[in-house]
C-alpha cells in the first residue's frame, strides 16, 4: 500500500468573499486579539501572512467583479492554524469555498457568457436560504423582477451581493454612528448608491416606491441605478430600506426605473 508523505506537503484552498480586501485585511489585524502568538504582516497590497510559532499561513486577495478572491496556502501541518482562523473570520467575512482549479481565464471566458435575466437572478437568491435571512422582497418587488427586462442580471447579481453583505454587517450594528452615504458607499462599496429619493419620487410617484412589507408601507429611499440608456431594456432601477424589526435588507422595487420629474 501506497503511503504518500503527510510532511512537507502543501495546501492551498480558494475562497470567495463579498467583502472588500481592505475590510479583510481590517479584519485579520483583529486576529492577534483572539489567538495568542499570532502576528499578522504584510508585506505588499493583496498579500498578507499569518504567522505563528512555526505556523506560516499565505493569504492572496484579488477583486472580482463585487467579489474577492481569496488563495491561502501553507504546509499542510498548519491547516489546522488556518482552520481555526477561519471559524473567526467566516462570521465577519463570509468566506466561502471556490473551485480550486478555476483560473483566471476561465473567468474572463464566463464574463462572455450569454447575459443572464434579471428573474433568474432574483429567483436563485432568493432561493439562498443564507441570503434570504438577510435580504428580502416584498412581493411588489418580486413581481417588478419577473417583468423586468433589463438585459444583465449580472450586474443586479453584484448588486444584491453588496445588499446581502450590508445586511449582514447592518445586524451587527455597523451602520451605527455613520451616515448612510458613508456606510454604503465607502465600506459597503455599492457603486451609485444614492440615500433619497427626489421630493416628486416621494410624493407625486410615491406609489412607485413604496410596497407593504409586513402589514407595512415602506417606503423605499436607498437606491441604486443601473444602465443608463432610457428604455427598459437598457436600465433598471433597485430600491430598498433596512427593516429594523425583522433586521433585514428589504428590497421594495427592482425593476424598470419609477417615474420620476423628468418623466
Ligand atoms: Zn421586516
Redesign the pocket.
Known sequence: MHHAPFIGKNFSHEYQTPAEPAVICATLQRLPNDIEGVAISQSEPGEARIEKLGVVIRLKFCAVAGWTRVITSGKSCALWAWYKVLAILHPILNFRRADCAKDISAEKHQAKKPAVSVWKVVSEFMDDPQKSRHV?FASKAIQQAKDCVYWDGEALRVILERLYFAAQRMREGGHKGITRDTFFKKYVNLRGFRAHISNTQATKFREDYVAE??G?E?LGRMHVTIGARHNEAGCMSIHFEF??????I?IIRCGKHGRTYHS
Not at 243 to 248: F, I, K, L
Open positions: 428580502g412589507h409586513n407595512k415602506i427593516c429594523p424589526d425583522c433586521q433585514r428589504i
